[in-house]
């Protein structure tokens, strides 16, 4: 049901449906409201900034990157791209998040020849798309539809994906800080890893499938002009008893550099309730990357 195949069209709707619904609004002759903030978003959008034609859209890049070199080599890359699409009543995201952790390792080429090369011993790379369709004039309550794709060899799971639709308000805004909430029905799809040793052993990867009940809030806080405080909470509930249910937590500070340059320092907890007995249920990531937007 769910493979990475599906993805890229099913955001191509994401982004198909606020242009229909704005060619319908212009054809009617009626004048849009504004959406309330989507979930995810680092700050609202300065008004002064966006198009005659109400349409916006914003685009911006992460890089960190740690190499050392001596008695051990080792790469640690961590990079990102994050969309957003506004118009009228809608408001769609698309991230890309990628961490890629390369070491050195020997092999014996002869006796007395060893080479050294430098491998990728773990990899994550995950999808997040989302889109928002206001429902009222005073801009708080929407509807959500949202997917989520990820691999991670850090996780004993070779996939997971996950797609929900439901509810969500912001509860609470002004000049300094804002919070954002929604709840909903999905449907989750894990698939478990399999090591190269218990391939040969003749055992093959799990697939779990199960409804969930997901949900998510978002406080995000302007300490001052040049720094921003984001704390985000995703639950996504396994409905059947027995099943794999994920909890995440992620908190950041982004402090502006330049106009187009920020540096983001953040620490990810994710935890699996139900994984190998030879994996964490808890895995942590700390990170410091510059974003650059464009």
């Not at 092999?107 to 429902?135: A, R």
């Not at 396994?238 to 106009?259: F, H, M, P, R, V």
Request: net charge negative; glycine share 4%.
């Amino acid at each position: 049901m769910f493979s990475r195949f599906i993805l890229v069209p099913i955001f191509s709707i994401y982004c198909a449906l606020p242009t229909l619904s704005y060619a319908q609004e212009q054809k009617a002759g009626t004048n849009s409201a504004n959406a309330s903030d989507i979930l995810f978003s680092l700050e609202k959008a300065d008004e002064s900034q966006q198009p005659a034609s109400g349409t916006l859209f914003t685009a911006s890049a992460e890089l960190g990157l740690l190499y050392l070199t001596g008695n051990t080599r080792s790469a640690d890359i961590k990079t990102g791209l994050d969309l957003r699409f506004e118009r009228g009543l809608w408001r769609s995201f698309f991230v890309f998040d990628l961490l890629v952790k390369k070491t050195e390792t020997e092999s014996e080429v002869s006796s007395d020849v060893i080479q050294k090369n430098l491998e990728t011993t773990d990899q994550k790379w995950s999808i997040t798309s989302q889109t928002n369709y206001t429902l009222d004039a005073i801009k708080q309550n929407y509807i959500y539809g949202s997917v989520f794709y990820e691999e991670n060899r850090f996780s004993g799971f070779d996939s997971q994906a996950s797609i929900s639709t439901g509810w969500g308000r912001r509860w609470f805004e002004n000049k300094e800080a804002s919070f954002d909430a929604d709840i909903g029905p999905g449907f989750k799809r894990d698939i478990t890893q399999v090591t190269p040793e218990e391939i040969e052993t003749g055992m093959k990867s799990k697939t779990q499938d199960t409804l969930i009940l997901q949900a998510q809030a978002l406080y995000i806080r302007k300490i001052n002009e040049h720094i921003e405080f984001k704390q985000l909470f995703v639950v996504k509930h396994a409905i059947e008893q027995g099943q794999n249910s994920i909890y995440k937590a992620e908190t950041s500070i982004t402090s502006k550099l330049i106009d187009s340059l920020q540096l983001k320092l953040s620490f990810i907890i994710d935890y699996n309730s139900k994984v190998d007995d030879d994996k964490e249920n808890l895995n942590t990531e700390t990170s410091a990357v510059l974003i650059y937007s464009f």
